[in-house]
């Protein structure tokens, strides 16, 4: 097969607008995007990156003719093969929609239908377009489940959705995207809600089927460090503009602007070790747990704290460490086992322990949308740990909401508003604030940073970090990522299916020789630099060869 | 809240509810003729001296039409009112404790509901003494049971949600976290139900009226008022029908209140958007 050298698809100055409905004002339109330029030749792939709201899902639905709800492409042309699409009727974007140009949405889960078995949903589309016949597609699809890498590809697609893994579904529905034997497809996020040992296997499963099969991507992510392994272009969007445009050694190891730079460079942050064990806040000892008495999750785990530090509890999901917090909380009373509290025991439920137990432990959720009440204002949410644990009201009880939002380095201006009303990041600091009126020893943070923006998240972690600094106070820190490990943690936990596999201070738990599991987790972790997927995937084969 | 943000839609039923409340309070003072008081001929048509002509025994229709508001909107309002207190406390503490309790509450319930109301109701009427309280007490248990069975669903989709689990990790008590927590993020829900039960009570009351249970006469109550004259249809008697169209007006009123209400309460910045 010969190169060609013009260009699958080429965008040209992009425009697309939204209608918004202000409350008490009349509707009006908004540019949710200007100005975006791109071309994409066979065979290449680009990678769009900016964080939540920066429009990069819209620029690649846009290649499909498609705007979510309310958004219309005015301005621009988007080609392909020299056919404008946003000129095409229905029936012309009909026949070019699953056929030409495909779609991997984020959540594979949600995207397939469960009534139906995956083999049937992922030749549908090329057998509607008359492509190819049902024989023929059912061929392509066992090939192409051999090439993802899934297991048993010939029976594979007799199994229904809830019958496989996140990471296997995940690529069905890439399966699905290439069936038809398409030009060009959008991946959209496809790795984000996947743990980092199964993402490693879809990104190289996902690379792999792209080099086999010669069609070119975009692919859409926040991760700059996952799309520096399988694009050969990347643009940086932020607020519906272009913020750099290149190839991805450029933006990797040259980036020209700030943004950008930030972006590289935000996992970085180090935190220097605290050693000092010798003021113990929080002793595990041999817990156990299970739900409903008959689902054990938690099997004998064990593990300290000292006052003042920051104990990082490292698993993929299902590997038990959320148990643990609850089990901490009091929330699920172990059935085994005992939680040390400053040189005290606590009782195991939550209605057995004092409120003075109650104030000394906070927690700070995962989605901080949930976490609050919608109905209170930023001076309630905060003020209620005031008025509650310190019986603080009037005139003193607002200026410590005050000294709060100082602390977590929001304003005034924040006090009377809805949780709707702030971003993502104001959230869960306003979250954070409500753990801290407390005044505890130790807060639970789980997964709290991982909703958010690379860039608003490592904001999150520093003012963590300036707190502890400020109040002596420890945090047990749940999270999947070993970047944030490395950010923030004195010691670590590392859990396995209910078991802790690695214990011990940071420097120990993170240098080799590691145990099987941790070497793996480790090892997934995407790095930001050209070549890391194919050097991991090349160690591995010769492990594997040398076995 | 600013008053010009008020739909005209609200500001017609607010104002259907004050002239009925109105109505309810000057009685004595603005109906021409006294409530029982026999002024002219049956069913004599609307003319000059009676607007809305008179009634089965001659009495003046709009006089009574005034008086009955007072015992109409008092026990719709009252009988509506407890009946939200009481299905609201009860399911919400069934869907915060769970367990034994919501199993004993939530049994307790599908088994007042698996009797027909009316009968229920004709029953117990019938066996105690007949004074407005009564009545009235009555009316709002059972029409607590539906109250309940919705305010439990609604609660329990919002007691799973981590709110509720960081106001139990503080240590709030149950009425904290059913007040506090719950009750706000399931007003749309209610609201809709109040407006809705509310005119069922006026419809029920009007039926118990109609059967003889309700308010007892001479005094005038709606429903009654329809009993009384429901024979004048047959002969183009319009008189049963003044009555008919003033429960069906407030009931119209109410609910235009409600949706407005129902629709600032999702509309709050924050707000889950239901409804």
């Given at each position: 097969m010969h190169e060609r050298l013009q260009s699958l698809l080429s965008v040209r100055d992009l425009k697309i607008e939204a209608k918004i409905y202000p409350q008490g004002e009349a509707p009006r339109d908004v540019t949710i995007l200007e100005g975006v330029s791109f071309d994409l030749k066979k065979g290449k792939v680009l990678g769009?990156?900016?964080?939540?709201?920066?429009?990069?899902?819209?620029?690649?639905?846009?290649?499909?003719?498609?705007?979510?709800?309310?958004?219309?492409?005015?301005?621009?042309?988007?080609?392909?093969?020299?056919?404008?699409?946003?000129?095409?009727?229905?029936?012309?974007?009909?026949?070019?929609?699953?056929?030409?140009?495909?779609?991997?949405?984020?959540?594979?889960?949600?995207?397939?239908?469960?009534?139906?078995?995956?083999?049937?949903?992922?030749?549908?589309?090329?057998?509607?377009?008359?492509?190819?016949?049902?024989?023929?597609?059912?061929?392509?699809?066992?090939?192409?489940?051999?090439?993802?890498?899934?297991?048993?590809?010939?029976?594979?697609?007799?199994?229904?959705?809830?019958?496989?893994?996140?990471?296997?579904?995940?690529?069905?529905?890439?399966?699905?995207?290439?069936?038809?034997?398409?030009?060009?497809?959008?991946?959209?996020?496809?790795?984000?809600?996947?743990?980092?040992?199964?993402?490693?296997?879809?990104?190289?499963?996902?690379?792999?089927?792209?080099?086999?099969?010669?069609?070119?991507?975009?692919?859409?992510?926040?991760?700059?460090?996952?799309?520096?392994?399988?694009?050969?272009?990347?643009?940086?969007?932020?607020?519906?503009?272009?913020?750099?445009?290149?190839?991805?050694?450029?933006?990797?190891?040259?980036?020209?602007?700030?943004?950008?730079?930030?972006?590289?460079?935000?996992?970085?942050m180090q935190h220097e070790e605290a050693v000092d064990q010798s003021r113990p806040l929080l002793r595990l000892d041999n817990i156990n747990a299970a739900y409903s008495n008959v689902l054990q999750v938690l099997f004998g785990v064990s593990m300290h704290l000292p006052k003042g530090q920051t104990l990082a509890i490292v698993g993929e999901s299902g590997s038990g460490k959320s148990t643990l917090a609850r089990v901490i909380t009091g929330l699920l009373p172990p059935s085994a086992g005992k939680i040390v509290f400053d040189g005290e025991e606590l009782p195991k439920a939550l209605a057995q322990r004092t409120r003075e137990h109650l104030r000394r432990i906070q927690m700070i959720y995962q989605i901080a949308d949930t976490a609050m009440n919608p109905r209170q204002t930023v001076r309630d949410i905060i003020g209620r740990p005031l008025s509650f644990y310190y019986g603080?009201?009037?005139?003193?009880?607002?200026?410590?909401?005050?000294?709060?939002?100082?602390?977590?380095?929001?304003?005034?201006?924040?006090?009377?508003?809805?949780?709707?009303?702030?971003?993502?990041?104001?959230?869960?600091?306003?979250?954070?604030?409500?753990?801290?009126?407390?005044?505890?020893?130790l807060i639970l943070c789980d997964e709290p940073t991982s909703a958010l923006d690379p860039l608003v998240a490592e904001g999150i972690l520093k003012l963590l970090m300036r707190l502890q600094a400020e109040t002596e106070v420890s945090y047990v820190f749940i999270t999947h990522d070993i970047a944030i490990v490395r950010a923030i943690a004195d010691s670590v936990a590392v859990m396995h299916r209910g078991k802790l596999v690695r214990f011990g201070p940071r420097h120990v738990a993170l240098s080799p020789p590691f145990d099987d599991y941790t070497d793996l987790l480790l090892k997934s972790v995407p790095e930001m630099r050209i070549g890391w997927l194919e050097q991991v995937l090349k160690t591995r084969r010769m492990a594997s060869a040398g076995n | 809240m600013r008053l010009r943000d008020i739909p005209i839609t609200a500001w017609i039923g607010i104002a259907g509810i004050l002239l009925a409340c109105f109505c309810a309070i000057f009685a004595p003072w603005i109906a021409p003729h006294g409530e029982t008081e026999i002024v002219g001929n049956v069913w004599q048509p609307p003319d000059g001296q009676f607007v809305f002509g008179t009634d089965n025994l001659g009495r003046d229709i709009l006089s009574r039409l005034i008086y009955g508001t007072r015992t109409t909107l008092l026990v719709a309002l009252a009988a509506t009112l407890i009946s939200f207190s009481l299905g609201i406390v009860l399911s919400f503490t069934a869907a915060t404790s769970r367990g034994v309790i919501d199993q004993i509450l939530s049994r307790f319930n599908d088994l007042m509901m698996s009797i027909p109301t009316l009968i229920f109701a004709l029953v117990v009427l019938a066996v105690l003494p007949q004074n407005i309280v009564i009545l009235i007490l009555v009316m709002a248990i059972l029409d607590s049971t539906r109250v309940y069975r919705l305010g439990r669903a609604v609660a329990l989709d919002?007691?799973?949600?981590?709110?509720?689990?960081?106001?139990?990790?503080?240590?709030?008590?149950?009425?904290?976290?059913?007040?506090?927590?719950?009750?706000?993020?399931?007003?749309?829900?209610?609201?809709?139900?109040?407006?809705?039960?509310?005119?069922?009570?006026?419809?029920?009351?009007?039926?118990?009226?109609?059967?003889?249970?309700?308010?007892?006469?001479?005094?005038?109550?709606?429903?009654?008022?329809?009993?009384?004259?429901?024979?004048?249809?047959?002969?183009?008697?319009?008189?049963a029908l003044v009555p008919g169209t003033a429960i069906a007006a407030l009931a119209i009123c109410v609910n235009m209140v409600v949706d407005w209400l129902m629709k600032r309460t999702s509309s709050l910045k924050g707000g889950r958007g239901d409804a």
């Amino acid at each position: 097969m010969h190169e060609r050298l013009q260009s699958l698809l080429s965008v040209r100055d992009l425009k697309i607008e939204a209608k918004i409905y202000p409350q008490g004002e009349a509707p009006r339109d908004v540019t949710i995007l200007e100005g975006v330029s791109f071309d994409l030749k066979k065979g290449k792939v680009l990678g769009l990156i900016g964080e939540s709201g920066a429009g990069k899902s819209t620029v690649g639905l846009s290649t499909l003719g498609y705007g979510r709800g309310g958004i219309r492409i005015t301005g621009g042309e988007v080609l392909l093969n020299g056919q404008d699409i946003l000129k095409l009727g229905r029936s012309g974007l009909r026949s070019l929609r699953g056929a030409k140009v495909c779609y991997v949405a984020q959540s594979a889960a949600a995207a397939f239908n469960p009534a139906h078995r995956l083999g049937e949903q992922v030749i549908e589309a090329s057998v509607e377009h008359g492509i190819m016949s049902r024989e023929e597609a059912r061929e392509r699809a066992v090939y192409l489940f051999r090439v993802l890498g899934l297991p048993n590809p010939e029976s594979f697609g007799e199994r229904y959705p809830h019958q496989v893994s996140g990471g296997q579904l995940q690529r069905a529905m890439t399966a699905m995207a290439l069936c038809p034997n398409p030009e060009l497809i959008v991946f959209d996020e496809p790795t984000t809600a996947l743990d980092v040992t199964t993402q490693i296997d879809v990104l190289a499963a996902i690379k792999h089927a792209i080099e086999e099969t010669g069609i070119a991507a975009l692919y859409i992510t926040h991760d700059l460090a996952v799309v520096a392994q399988v694009a050969d272009d990347i643009m940086v969007l932020r607020n519906g503009k272009t913020v750099e445009y290149g190839t991805a050694q450029q933006i990797i190891e040259a980036p020209k602007e700030d943004y950008t730079r930030a972006l590289v460079s935000v996992r970085e942050m180090q935190h220097e070790e605290a050693v000092d064990q010798s003021r113990p806040l929080l002793r595990l000892d041999n817990i156990n747990a299970a739900y409903s008495n008959v689902l054990q999750v938690l099997f004998g785990v064990s593990m300290h704290l000292p006052k003042g530090q920051t104990l990082a509890i490292v698993g993929e999901s299902g590997s038990g460490k959320s148990t643990l917090a609850r089990v901490i909380t009091g929330l699920l009373p172990p059935s085994a086992g005992k939680i040390v509290f400053d040189g005290e025991e606590l009782p195991k439920a939550l209605a057995q322990r004092t409120r003075e137990h109650l104030r000394r432990i906070q927690m700070i959720y995962q989605i901080a949308d949930t976490a609050m009440n919608p109905r209170q204002t930023v001076r309630d949410i905060i003020g209620r740990p005031l008025s509650f644990y310190y019986g603080m009201r009037g005139r003193r009880k607002t200026e410590r909401v005050g000294e709060l939002l100082e602390q977590i380095e929001m304003g005034p201006q924040f006090l009377d508003r809805y949780p709707a009303e702030l971003s993502g990041g104001q959230k869960q600091r306003v979250a954070i604030a409500r753990a801290l009126a407390a005044k505890p020893d130790l807060i639970l943070c789980d997964e709290p940073t991982s909703a958010l923006d690379p860039l608003v998240a490592e904001g999150i972690l520093k003012l963590l970090m300036r707190l502890q600094a400020e109040t002596e106070v420890s945090y047990v820190f749940i999270t999947h990522d070993i970047a944030i490990v490395r950010a923030i943690a004195d010691s670590v936990a590392v859990m396995h299916r209910g078991k802790l596999v690695r214990f011990g201070p940071r420097h120990v738990a993170l240098s080799p020789p590691f145990d099987d599991y941790t070497d793996l987790l480790l090892k997934s972790v995407p790095e930001m630099r050209i070549g890391w997927l194919e050097q991991v995937l090349k160690t591995r084969r010769m492990a594997s060869a040398g076995n | 809240m600013r008053l010009r943000d008020i739909p005209i839609t609200a500001w017609i039923g607010i104002a259907g509810i004050l002239l009925a409340c109105f109505c309810a309070i000057f009685a004595p003072w603005i109906a021409p003729h006294g409530e029982t008081e026999i002024v002219g001929n049956v069913w004599q048509p609307p003319d000059g001296q009676f607007v809305f002509g008179t009634d089965n025994l001659g009495r003046d229709i709009l006089s009574r039409l005034i008086y009955g508001t007072r015992t109409t909107l008092l026990v719709a309002l009252a009988a509506t009112l407890i009946s939200f207190s009481l299905g609201i406390v009860l399911s919400f503490t069934a869907a915060t404790s769970r367990g034994v309790i919501d199993q004993i509450l939530s049994r307790f319930n599908d088994l007042m509901m698996s009797i027909p109301t009316l009968i229920f109701a004709l029953v117990v009427l019938a066996v105690l003494p007949q004074n407005i309280v009564i009545l009235i007490l009555v009316m709002a248990i059972l029409d607590s049971t539906r109250v309940y069975r919705l305010g439990r669903a609604v609660a329990l989709d919002v007691a799973v949600m981590d709110f509720v689990e960081a106001a139990k990790l503080r240590g709030e008590g149950r009425s904290w976290i059913i007040f506090r927590e719950i009750l706000p993020n399931t007003l749309s829900p209610l609201l809709a139900e109040f407006g809705l039960r509310f005119a069922f009570s006026i419809l029920f009351l009007s039926t118990l009226s109609f059967l003889g249970l309700g308010i007892q006469p001479p005094a005038a109550d709606w429903g009654g008022m329809v009993k009384d004259n429901k024979d004048g249809i047959i002969f183009g008697i319009s008189a049963a029908l003044v009555p008919g169209t003033a429960i069906a007006a407030l009931a119209i009123c109410v609910n235009m209140v409600v949706d407005w209400l129902m629709k600032r309460t999702s509309s709050l910045k924050g707000g889950r958007g239901d409804a």
